[in-house]
């Protein structure tokens, strides 16, 4: 099992170590970090099915875990929504949107909202790229997707895909923080 010491409490930032956590995935299962014995690090991306930039998003996101998890790098999609604020961000919504985009990523639900306070999300989307080693997750990359929400093809600069190429080159990531842009998490009242 992945363990760490626990920094004070978000927002996390490169070099920290982060702890595991556990939440009901849109199978109805309950999924840890630590279930992901193969696993190098992950792509956290704080999601959710209604805001927009995170829409403009999904085909980035899923490309990200197609193209990383076999790397050892899947992604873990965490929506942190209060269904009484978005109700489109129920957990049933949910289980409908992940079948009917496909998505082969881990979708897990934040309903308490705790672990989204504890890293210091505020957007969404809101990316952490974690590393793993022994038994400790650290923060390599906070941030953006990409420098281009609107459109795919004119981000030149893709800052998660950059980071997890110099992970696996054992180099040093070469922007380890960015703004994330996107929606606000919609926080219980």
């Known amino acids: 099992m992945i363990t760490s010491a626990i920094n004070a409490v978000g927002p996390y ?6 702890p595991d956590f556990t939440l009901k995935n849109v199978k109805g299962e309950m999924y840890s970090l630590s279930k992901a014995t193969d696993a190098k690090g992950f792509i956290v991306v704080f999601s959710c099915n209604t805001c927009p930039v ?32 978005s109700p489109g961000d129920s957990y049933e919504a949910m289980q409908k949107a992940a ?25 969404t989307p809101h990316v952490y790229l974690l590393s793993k080693n022994d038994d400790k997750l650290k923060v390599e990359y906070v941030g953006a997707i990409d420098n281009n929400a609107d459109n795919a093809a004119n981000a030149d ?25 996107g929606c606000t998490i919609k926080w219980k009242k």
């Open 13 to 18: 930032k490169a070099g920290d170590n982060v």
């Open 54 to 85: 995170v829409i403009k998003y999904e085909e980035r996101i899923k490309d990200l875990h197609n193209e990383f998890s076999s790397k050892g790098y899947p992604v873990v999609a965490i929506n942190s929504n209060d269904k009484g604020v």
């Open 99 to 123: 079948k009917a985009k496909g998505f082969t990523f881990e979708y897990l639900y934040d309903e308490n909202q705790e672990v989204a306070k504890n890293f210091g999300a505020t957007n």
């Open 157 to 181: 600069k893709k800052y998660v895909a950059d980071a997890i190429y110099a992970l696996m080159k054992e180099e040093k990531v070469p922007v380890n923080s960015t703004k994330a842009i």
